[in-house]
């Protein structure tokens, strides 16, 4: 029997990598040498079909697989071999467990939820139960479309006429699944609250009472329209849900028009609430006098709403490293990584040490706007200030940045600080950069 290792083949496909391990199978990631496409495998393993019998794993396939809908995790072979049950999967980016931009972002958050909502709407039609979604089954694809996933171990349940997953997840269960009578309305719970908690940071818990913990970025971040039909889909009482997720679906919808109406004529970058996001504001608006036309300030922090610029890794008042520039960026392309701006001739993201892109092969012109050139041999990249890599060779810079605004330096990265404002090191996210901080405002 073909041992599962890196480099070894099953079939046409060679594996390349583990994604993952489960309870019934691993997930691989391969290549279809006949297509020459990159594809996930998901694999189980012999003594699975042992316990469960060939019959029953080849019709849960046919289950998965008579699902076609752009939100669904496409299956596009299902096979024995070498011994083992694969099944073989359009090829995601990551799961929305490690999609940082969906946290970041609102609108992205809410496009997820609604893209999930969509297919789950489908399967639902097909009187197909998933019982089990959670951010790990969301799978998040290069065009940033979102497709619900593992369906692919899903198994009649007996005596029904409707299909079932093996198992639910703790955290994510409607109280009425956790008692073994699961529904429709039970996968609208739980997606209910995976969007919850994208746009909160929060994870509603027992006894699922409204408001939840979180509620107050709830308001802040969250168009109106929203709210009541995340508080409908968690109800604790399934009968007060909405009675599957096509419904949900539909609410969210119309949420989105009622909300992209109420934003028409609305500002690019409202002005924050300062009693609410910015406490200690003071501070900050003194520095944003100085300083913000020169270091491009032109951005809020989601969480606290201090000014941040598109070179900063951390938010130089709160802290966090969470901010997504993707719905606001002066740029024309967002990097897929770091969600900081890009333009298309660039074949490296300056921002972070991930991003990578293919180009358009143009030759990029003359930057007005930079500060320094590559110092790579033959290479013609040139940088803006704070740029942590050349965008044409991924070069690092040569020596620190420094800035005639910004009089000290970190500790730890060495890179212009101003700690008399600063709270947090902007560029490496270290607490109290430079010498002579201020003592900062209790929240």
């Known amino acids: 029997m073909t041992q599962l290792r890196r480099g070894s083949k099953l079939g046409k496909y060679r594996l390349e990598r583990r994604l993952g391990v489960g309870a019934f199978a691993d997930v691989w990631r391969a290549r279809d040498t006949v297509e020459r496409r990159d594809v996930a495998l998901k694999i189980a393993a012999p003594e699975i079909s042992a316990r469960f019998g060939r019959d029953s794993i080849e019709k849960e396939a046919r289950i998965a697989a008579s699902l076609d809908h752009p939100n669904i995790v496409a299956v596009r072979n299902a096979d024995w071999i070498g011994g083992y049950f694969v099944i073989a999967t359009d090829l995601a980016r990551k799961s929305l467990a490690e999609y940082a931009g969906a946290r970041r972002s609102t609108e992205t958050g809410l496009r997820v939820v609604r893209d999930v909502a969509a297919g789950l709407a489908h399967a639902h039609r097909h009187r197909i139960l998933h019982r089990d979604v959670k951010p790990e089954n969301i799978m998040i ?20 006429s409707r299909a079932y997953t093996e198992a639910g997840t703790l955290g994510y269960m409607a109280p009425e699944q956790a008692y073994g009578r699961p529904r429709y309305a039970s996968d609208v719970f739980s997606l209910g609250l995976i969007a ?47 009675a599957d997720a096509g419904g949900f679906a539909r609410a969210l919808e119309r949420a989105a028009r009622r909300a992209a109406a109420g934003m028409e004529g609305r500002p690019r970058r409202p002005p924050p609430r300062r009693a609410e996001r910015r406490p200690f504001g003071v501070a900050v608006n003194l520095f944003q006098r100085r300083c913000g036309r020169a270091l491009e300030l032109r951005y809020d922090c989601f969480r606290c709403g201090g000014p941040i610029s598109e070179a900063m890794r951390y938010c130089p008042w709160c802290g966090t490293g969470e901010n997504s520039l993707i719905e606001v960026s002066v740029y024309p392309l967002v990097c897929p990584e770091c969600e900081r701006g890009v333009r298309p001739e660039w074949t490296s993201c300056p921002w972070c040490y991930a991003g990578r892109m293919q180009g358009n092969g143009r030759r990029p012109r003359r930057d007005p706007r930079a500060a320094r050139s590559c110092a790579a041999a033959g290479c013609d990249g040139e940088l803006r200030a704070f740029m942590r890599y050349c965008p044409r060779c991924k070069t690092r810079p040569g020596r ?39 003592p900062r405002p209790k929240r």
């Open 141 to 160: 694809f290069a065009d940033r479309r979102a497709a619900l996933g593992d369906f692919g171990l899903a198994r009649f349940a007996p005596g029904a």
């Open 196 to 242: 919850y908690k994208l746009l909160t940071g929060r994870l509603p818990t027992w006894p699922f009472e409204w408001p939840y913990e979180g509620h107050a970025r709830l308001a802040r971040r969250v168009p109106k329209p929203y709210h009541s039909l995340l508080r409908r889909a968690t109800r604790i009482d399934p009968d007060q849900r909405y």
């Open 400 to 438: 620190a940045w420094s800035h005639p605004d910004l009089p000290a330096r970190c500790p730890r990265c060495r890179w212009p600080v101003a700690p008399e404002f600063w709270h947090f090191c902007a560029w490496c996210g270290r607490r109290d950069p430079g010498t002579g901080a201020v």
